[in-house]
């Protein structure tokens, strides 16, 4: 992207003038210049449909949540021996397809911009988090929260994104059958289940304080009748 052009010297021979582009602006116009000429609206974009590409584009750089769907699928059973197979699945950021199309050609080209990637240069962008556990104040449950570790750039026979949780790209464990961080989802059902049942022991105390407490003034009143 060529920049403004530079003077040696200001007008009336003073002190010269340059712009120093952020690198936050060059890589929201080259956002906006892929997704206005990407080919996939007959109009031209509006203001507000570029606002709601950059809300939802926001949101896949926020958390890892996207929309995985199949056009078909098999099951075999009964229960308790179900299993379901699950076939050529996509993923999806928005139900709106024109907007779910639009907001991988904006990351994408905002990363090729992080980058220095040409802009014709397909690309897929590796969103990569891990997950982690933490403990609800209120409810003493314990959360699942996930942190961004790294967003990687690789070549691709199109602009695609891809979700890693834990190593696991979650789009390939579907269609493989598998679930990504089947471990940790594991820990965090039987880590609850303890502190529940943890929960549950310290109110059982905390009422049977509060009933010693109850019959000694029962026993206090009986005095005085």
């Given at each position: ?6 003077y ?16 936050a ?36 750089y ?57 802009m ?14 933490s ?60 502190n ?26 009986m005095?005085?009748?």
């Amino acid at each position: 992207m060529i920049g403004p052009k530079r003077y040696k010297k200001g007008k009336g021979g003073g002190k010269g003038r340059a712009m120093d582009w952020p690198d936050a602006a060059i890589r929201g116009a080259c956002a906006v210049w892929a997704v206005r000429n990407a080919g996939v609206t007959k109009k031209p974009l509006s203001t507000k449909r570029i606002h709601q590409i950059i809300q939802k584009g926001s949101d896949i750089y926020d958390t890892p949540n996207a929309t995985y769907s199949s056009t078909q699928f098999t099951m075999t059973g009964p229960y308790p021996s179900t299993e379901m197979e699950l076939t050529d699945l996509t993923m999806k950021f928005s139900d709106d397809e024109e907007l779910d199309k639009l907001t991988v050609i904006w990351i994408a080209a905002a990363e090729k911009a992080r980058n220095r990637w040409p802009m014709s240069r397909k690309a897929k962008v590796k969103f990569c988090w891990h997950s982690e556990l933490s403990e609800d104040e209120k409810s003493s449950r314990l959360r699942q929260y996930f942190v961004l570790d790294d967003i990687e750039l690789v070549e691709s026979t199109e602009d695609e994104i891809a979700i890693i949780v834990d190593g696991e790209n979650t789009l390939d464990s579907l269609n493989s059958g598998r679930w990504f961080n089947r471990d940790r989802m594991s820990e965090l059902g039987i880590r609850n289940m303890i502190n529940e049942t943890d929960m549950l022991w310290r109110k059982f105390y905390e009422l049977r304080e509060e009933i010693d407490e109850l019959h000694v003034t029962m026993d206090k009143l009986m005095v005085h009748l």
